[in-house]
């Protein structure tokens, strides 16, 4: 028992060399040869909940008898049992070799587990390309840990020279999963069942979405995606518009009610008269009844959709985004999920701004300017290609991947909280060299920026400020990964970062 305790207190002092932590705790030592049957077995007596945290899990359809398939697996029996099981994945970006991270080169060889456990119900979060997630830990009903150098990987599995510990503490446990939260990026999951189906004939007809947009009719673009997440499959597609309830989904719930209403009406008849998506009465002081109407014969009632299809989450509309997010943010958005949902390499996609202009009638400054939007708030991530760095205009693919909608309030709630723990200056300053890389709204990026800032001085940090400031909006440095790992090596080079810096 005198070496379970020793050991016990070396764990905790090396997974958490910032703060250390030691407690008695049971400990047992796992060789490579028994991770899995160790790893399956408290799996399978996992009684409420199971958080996973990986570098590399390896899923092969066509290889049952592979070791990691099998775990894979039961995870997805844990779930089918009602345990509350979470992943974490790394997204496995390659980071230039003593130098800055930078986002340059995505491997994606957790996608097929990825797109395993999502399909069997498993809410998986992949980290952002900022971030380089290195654990190898599965937390069991908030006691049970194990933890070491294993990946989920045939290799690792089988052949691989690994160690491994299983450790029973709620201590531990609960500072693993404190330690590790969730990944700055986290792949949008949305029930098909329950979310609003948004056809890809609206976003691909030049005469539908994409004039909208030059027109710039974004309450027509709000006032249709609420007409469809309202249809409810009915044989007229007919849809009852409460005018209260949607001046206040449009942000016109300041406006008095006559002028509100007016609004309304007159979007309506854009979307009657100019798309023909929708015939439309209102009797004098009622509400609006809408119907819906077939993209290629208006003699026909909408049909939801079966197939070619977005699903759009309704917590847009509970969020508030419709209202505070700009229009090419909108759109931008709704794009990255029509394509990340049937990505082969799905929740990342790829595309060029100007294939993207020409398939959906969108400028390519319209599409930039709702990249950035999104960027700032948190809800995509996105790697150029190397091209913009030489200023070459024959651009390729980006590589894209959204971000689940997040309350805003709750995010603004947890900044707050950072900004009373650092103080108001520190944290603005954080935030601003955050926006230098589009990330303002990113909770994990700014904590990031002032640990950074404590550890090496702000000196140090303006001095990586600068050199951002020097590349294009979209050159594939200008990443908060490149910001992150300039003031790492500037602090090496200077000797700073030993001392907390004030």
Request: glycine share 8%; net charge neutral; aromatic share 10%.
């Amino acid at each position: 028992m005198v070496g379970r305790k020793v050991l016990s207190v070396f764990f905790a002092c090396v997974l958490f060399s910032a703060e250390a932590l030691a407690v008695q705790a049971e400990v047992e030592y796992v060789p490579a040869g028994e991770y899995f049957e160790t790893a399956q077995s408290e799996i399978t007596k996992a009684k409420s909940s199971i958080r996973v945290y990986l570098y590399l899990a390896v899923f092969q359809e066509k290889r049952p008898e592979f070791l990691s398939n099998k775990l894979l697996e039961s995870l997805a029996d844990a779930k089918d049992r009602g345990v509350d099981v979470e992943v974490f994945l790394d997204q496995n970006v390659d980071f230039a070799a003593g130098g800055p991270r930078e986002a340059a080169d995505i491997k994606g060889r957790n996608v097929e587990a990825y797109r395993f456990l999502t399909g069997k119900g498993i809410k998986v979060y992949l980290d952002s390309p900022a971030v380089y997630s290195h654990s190898k830990a599965m937390v069991i009903d908030d006691e049970t840990v194990i933890l070491g150098s294993t990946n989920w990987s045939q290799a690792a599995l089988t052949v691989n020279k690994e160690a491994n510990v299983l450790i029973r503490s709620k201590e531990i446990a609960g500072r693993i999963l404190e330690d590790q939260m969730k990944p700055g990026s986290t792949a949008p999951l949305i029930d098909s069942k329950t979310g609003v189906r948004v056809p890809w004939e609206f976003t691909h007809r030049e005469g539908l979405m994409g004039r909208m947009v030059s027109r710039g009719d974004e309450r027509a673009f709000d006032v249709y995606l609420y007409l469809l997440k309202e249809v409810d499959g009915n044989p007229e597609s007919k849809v009852i518009l409460n005018h209260d309830r949607l001046a206040k989904t449009l942000g016109l719930e300041t406006m008095p009610n006559a002028a509100a209403r007016r609004q309304i009406l007159k979007t309506l008849k854009k979307l009657k008269d100019e798309y023909g998506l929708i015939d439309s009465r209102t009797p004098y002081g009622k509400d609006t009844e809408a119907f819906l109407k077939d993209y290629e014969d208006r003699a026909k009632p909408y049909g939801i959709p079966k197939e070619r299809y977005v699903v759009f989450p309704k917590t847009y509309w509970e969020y508030g985004w419709g209202k505070t997010l700009r229009f090419a943010g909108k759109v931008m958005y709704l794009l990255n999920l029509s394509y990340s949902q049937v990505s082969p390499e799905s929740p990342r996609w790829y595309s060029s701004v100007r294939i993207l202009s020409e398939r959906h009638h969108l400028s390519e400054g319209f599409i930039s300017e709702g990249t950035t939007l999104l960027r700032r708030a948190d809800l995509v991530e996105v790697q150029y290609d190397q091209t913009g760095a030489k200023g070459n205009p024959s651009r390729l693919a980006n590589v894209y991947t959204p971000n689940e909608l997040y309350d805003p309030k709750e995010r603004e709630a947890k900044l707050k909280g950072l900004e009373k723990s650092h103080g108001r200056e520190r944290f603005d300053r954080a935030r601003g060299y955050a926006g230098l890389v589009y990330e303002d709204n990113s909770f994990e990026g700014i904590k990031t920026l002032l640990e950074l800032g404590g550890r090496y001085g702000w000196e140090t940090v303006e001095e990586a400020a600068e050199v951002i400031k020097l590349k294009n909006p979209d050159n594939p440095k200008r990443t908060m990964g490149y910001l992150i790992g300039t003031i790492e090596n500037i602090g090496r080079k200077t000797g700073k970062g030993s001392v907390p810096q004030n």
